[in-house]
């Protein structure tokens, strides 16, 4: 799929950084033609390599940006998935074509211009050849503004979603908010996601790796999910059921029986069954904060789910890689 490793996208300009290039791009062009020839032709002729340089210029900058745009037909479903939580397909693509075909406008608005200055009869006909082509192409990069806008946009969210390989084995950890699942992952994984004591600290997903017996394994933190319908989920929800929707390996879902979240176990349990609903792979329920749950607090949730339950505790690490190694043991087929 050719999607390992982070995203490598371009650094998009906005209009106002592409307009400052180009004015300065333009004055910084000499004249190297020989002294000996009459004012205006040596200032025809200085003129126009000016507005050729400079229109190749803008022209290669908008091409590479829009060249070097991630292609969704070329994205991983995963990832394509994510992006669309930011920004419509449609809105992306058109942008994309827009600067894409920017070149055309700018060769025109050269070519008017290189016309303007032969024709022009003196000084003062070429200055007004000057502006009216620094003005067009001005115009047009205001025209290309929100393109470039939404541009951007897509790339600071790309930058920032965690390197996932789709294709390696991977846990996702999920569950109510503040019930540890960034604790859980920071025992059992190299990653090292923010720990509070409130909910919704975690804002999106990360990534960790373990090695099981030489496999690599990527353990994926998720934001923590409400029991809520899913079309009325935020947009760090929305990550973790698009990671849950995705990833199709295995999942430990971490149940607080303690009322320390600030989730009841029934608002837990209902979480549970969305998950249940968009998870297709094996769903390991693993019982957190066991250090400070009291024994009804434990045995009420395994009466609810009719069965013994791994117990840990990711404020210590107690437990945690035990359950993990036993999920990767299923996930890869060992045992
Ligand atoms: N006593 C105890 N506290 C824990 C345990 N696991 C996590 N905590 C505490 O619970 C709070 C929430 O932990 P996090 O790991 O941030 O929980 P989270 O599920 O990632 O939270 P969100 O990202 O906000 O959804 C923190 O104060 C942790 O120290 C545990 O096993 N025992
Ligand atoms: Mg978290």
Avoid: W
């Amino acid at each position: 799929m050719g999607m390992r490793g982070s995203f490598r996208v371009p650094y998009v300009h906005t209009s106002e950084e592409l307009a400052q290039i180009v004015q300065a791009m333009y004055r910084k062009v000499e004249a190297r033609s020989p002294s000996v020839e009459p004012g205006i032709v040596r200032l025809k002729r200085l003129e126009i390599s000016r507005v050729v340089r400079t229109g190749k210029a803008l022209e290669r900058m908008l091409g590479d940006m829009a060249r070097s745009m991630p292609f969704l037909g070329e994205m991983h479903p995963f990832h394509r998935d994510l992006l669309a939580l930011i920004v419509e397909e449609k809105d992306y693509k058109h942008s994309l074509a827009k600067v894409g075909k920017a070149y055309k406008a700018i060769r025109a608005i050269a070519r008017d211009a290189i016309a303007a200055i032969k024709v022009a009869e003196d000084k003062r006909g070429v200055a007004r050849a000057r502006r009216m082509f620094l003005g067009r192409i001005r115009d047009l990069l205001d025209d290309l503004s929100s393109d470039l806008d939404l541009l951007r946009n897509v790339t600071r969210f790309l930058r920032s979603l965690p390197t996932i390989d789709p294709e390696l084995p991977t846990i996702i950890v999920a569950g109510a908010p503040n019930v540890g699942k960034s604790s859980f992952v920071r025992c059992v994984s190299s990653a090292e996601p923010e720990v509070a004591e409130y909910p919704f600290t975690t804002r999106r997903i990360h990534v960790g790796h373990i090695d099981y017996m030489g496999i690599r394994v990527q353990v994926v933190d998720t934001p923590g999910l409400l029991d809520r319908p899913l079309d009325e989920l935020n947009e760090a929800e929305r990550q973790a059921v698009v990671a849950l929707r995705h990833i199709r390996h295995a999942a430990v879902f971490l149940i607080d029986p303690t009322h320390h979240s600030g989730y009841t176990l029934d608002e837990q349990l209902r979480v549970l069954d969305t998950v249940r609903s968009i998870f297709g792979g094996t769903l390991e329920v693993v019982i957190n904060k066991a250090d400070i749950a009291d024994p009804e607090q434990l045995a009420e949730v395994e009466a609810a789910l009719g069965r013994a339950l791994p117990r840990v505790s990711s404020l210590h690490c107690a437990g945690t890689r035990e359950v993990v190694d036993c999920v990767v043991r299923r996930a890869v087929g060992i045992g």
